[in-house]
């Protein structure tokens, strides 16, 4: 069963337009959610952390909200330098594994 | 640089041979993850270590697969008897153990099985 389900998988974008990605969760005992960026040919990178319903972060062009089901990353202004697959993974009760969802490429043109 | 390194970066090799990947883990950092990743696909847990102490490992580490971090610091991963659908991206990650820290990635060995 998938426990984490990212949408959309991919994502044009025109610079400036501003759009959101969704990540929804069907875990129990839900102890953070985490987003990343991930580079072709590189590992992920860290953006945020996310530990209780309400929660939002925020880092230059980018803000992430968490609710009991779904988080989502807004980009505001996008630069094509946000180009980027980000994934989305969350940390349950009883395990120290990250589990990631699929991610959504965001293609950011200018 | 004081981020996580994986060497090599990459590994071509035949069929049926062995092959071993050396993470070194944030230097400060005691726990240790390895996660496997294929194309469009988002990364799988393999293992975890706390210091030198492997604590969780997934259905997806069989027997040809196994692990160390002898003294806690870097890590191995081989895998034995390569097959085809070994091929795919290993990653490696640290974090401190506090609860719930984030893991941070290096940039991966891709490992192609001719």
């Known amino acids: ?110 | 640089d004081t981020g996580v390194s994986q060497n090599p970066r990459h590994k071509i090799t035949k069929r049926g041979q062995n092959v071993t990947f050396r993470c070194d883990p944030i230097s400060e950092h005691n726990r240790l993850y390895w996660y496997r990743q294929t194309l469009g696909q988002g990364p799988e847990f393999l293992t975890y270590f706390q210091n030198e102490a492997q604590l969780e490992k997934s259905r997806l580490l069989s027997d040809r697969f196994s692990a160390e971090r002898p003294k806690g610091s870097f890590s191995t991963l081989e895998i034995q008897r390569t097959e085809q659908g070994d091929s795919a991206m290993y990653l490696c990650a640290s974090s401190l153990s506090s609860s719930n820290q984030p893991q941070h990635f290096g940039d991966g060995t891709r490992l192609s099985i001719l």
């Open chain 1, 1 to 110: 069963e998938d426990q984490v389900t990212q949408s959309p998988e991919a994502l044009r974008l025109q610079e400036g337009e501003s759009s959101s990605l969704n990540c929804s969760y069907t875990v129990s005992g839900l102890r953070g959610l985490f987003w990343y960026r991930q580079d072709p040919g590189k590992g992920p990178e860290f953006l945020f952390t996310l530990y209780s319903a309400g929660e939002e972060k925020e880092k230059e062009r980018l803000k992430a909200t968490l609710t009991k089901k779904e988080s989502f990353l807004h980009i505001t202004a996008p630069k094509p330098e946000d180009s980027a697959t980000y994934l989305c993974a969350v940390l349950q009760d009883g395990s120290e594994k990250l589990v990631f969802g699929k991610g959504t490429k965001l293609t950011v043109n200018p």
